[in-house]
């Protein structure tokens, strides 16, 4: 059984409305997606979280390493591709291309073998997983806190039970902003608050002090990912738990986290911080720490449904005859290429998710939206490596 091509996408939609966070505005959403096909007619789709061109260029890179490969081999493709990529980028977008190979492979040696990933990945170790809101950006509203407000009870009306709003607009506003929304939602849905690593430690402890009486259930990425002894300061002057882990790369990034006791709850990006493989492993490294896992989950189904397998196999820590929930973030602002590329096999009831046992990553791809969106198409095929 051999790997037969690889088709990278970079897909991009115009948005009827911007939105913006801490850092840029939105006017775009743009992804990188790929497809690998083995010599048996099973395909899997991958997807790669960062700049869409970049991820592309890195995938179409890296595709004649895969090329030939055994598709049900992951792991030994995953070392060859990080050989290849270590001297070059130990860290960054190239382990996102390579993310989203991975992805895709695992997705594709799930068809082959007839199984949902999270049993490849070893099992399924929860029933449901609470999926909480990802909204609540900024825009050039003159009403921006009453516009929030209305979107937070919007989401309550939809039966979520969390949600997870932007600060970093400023700490007065920020202050006003959190507390509009815990007056809107009352005190029983669950808020996070992302500040997209918008302040010093200075300010954060500023603001985390402001908003302890709205319980936050946690404050991610307060200050940049480069200080993981401020984010350790910020743990100590703090009651809400401190999240972070998106912008950081392989278990040996997530280790440097863990070792300066930097956050409580540790964020990898599927599709960025390598694969199902990688994250995979960051989670048991993280369970040697104690430390809870929440991906970071950004950009079509594909990403949505890498991370909801691999959050159903999320060892259950602490251990404890009630459970404690595994979340999954599920972003809700606008993006056509997330609500028409796949099909999900998430059925969403009482505020939890359920999935279903079909194989791969489980979802049905819309190879019309594939057509309607893609702004640049790359095949790599098994004849062309070889000749
Ligand atoms: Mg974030």
């Known amino acids: 059984m051999k790997i037969k091509s690889i088709e990278s996408f970079v897909l991009s939609d115009k948005l009827e409305n911007t939105f913006h966070f801490s850092q840029w505005e939105y006017s775009e959403r ?37 090329i030939g490969q055994n598709p049900i081999e992951t792991e030994t493709i995953w070392s060859i591709l990080y050989r290849r990529s270590l001297d070059y980028a130990r860290r960054g977008v190239l382990v996102a291309s390579i993310s989203a190979i991975d992805v895709a492979l695992w997705d594709l040696k ?66 006003k902003n959190v507390k509009a929304i815990r007056e809107a939602i009352g005190p029983d849905v669950q808020l996070m608050v ?118 159903f196999n999320l060892d259950i820590l602490p251990g404890r005859l009630n459970a404690p929930s595994a979340f999954i973030e599920y972003d809700r602002t606008e993006n056509a290429l997330r609500d028409e590329l796949t099909y999900s096999n998430l059925t969403f009831a009482e505020g939890a998710f359920t999935i279903s046992d079909a194989p791969g990553l489980g979802f049905e791809f819309n190879e019309d939206a594939l057509r309607k969106y893609a702004v640049c198409h790359q095949p790599v095929e098994l004849s062309e490596v070889q000749s």
């Open 194 to 311: 992302d500040a997209n690593h918008a302040y010093s430690l200075r300010e954060a402890i500023l603001l985390s002090k402001a908003i302890e009486q709205y319980d936050i259930s946690w404050f991610e990425e307060p200050i940049s990912p480069e200080y993981y002894e401020q984010y350790a300061e910020l743990r100590t002057r703090t009651t809400i738990p401190i999240a972070g882990g998106e912008c950081e790369y392989l278990r040996f990034g997530f280790q440097t986290i863990l070792k300066n006791n930097s956050v409580d709850i540790l964020q990898p990006d599927i599709c960025a911080a390598g694969g199902l493989t990688e994250v995979k492993r960051i989670g048991t490294l993280a369970s040697t720490y104690g430390i809870e896992v929440v991906p970071h989950t950004w950009g079509t189904g594909i990403a949505l449904a890498a991370a909801s397998h691999y959050i």
């Open 110 to 175: 799930g068809k082959i073998l007839d199984l949902p990933v999270y049993q490849l990945l070893g099992g399924k170790k929860r029933d449901s997983i609470i999926p909480y809101a990802t909204g609540l950006y900024f825009t050039k509203s003159k009403s921006l806190t009453q516009d929030l407000a209305i979107e937070a009870q919007r989401y309550c009306d939809l039966g979520f039970k969390a949600m997870k709003m932007k600060v970093g607009i400023g700490i007065k506003e920020d202050i």
């Open 30 to 66: 743009r992804i990188c997606i790929v497809k690998i096909t083995s010599d048996t007619g099973h395909m899997g789709w991958g997807e790669g979280y960062g700049p869409a061109d970049v991820i592309k260029a890195g995938i179409d890179h890296l595709s004649s390493f895969v």
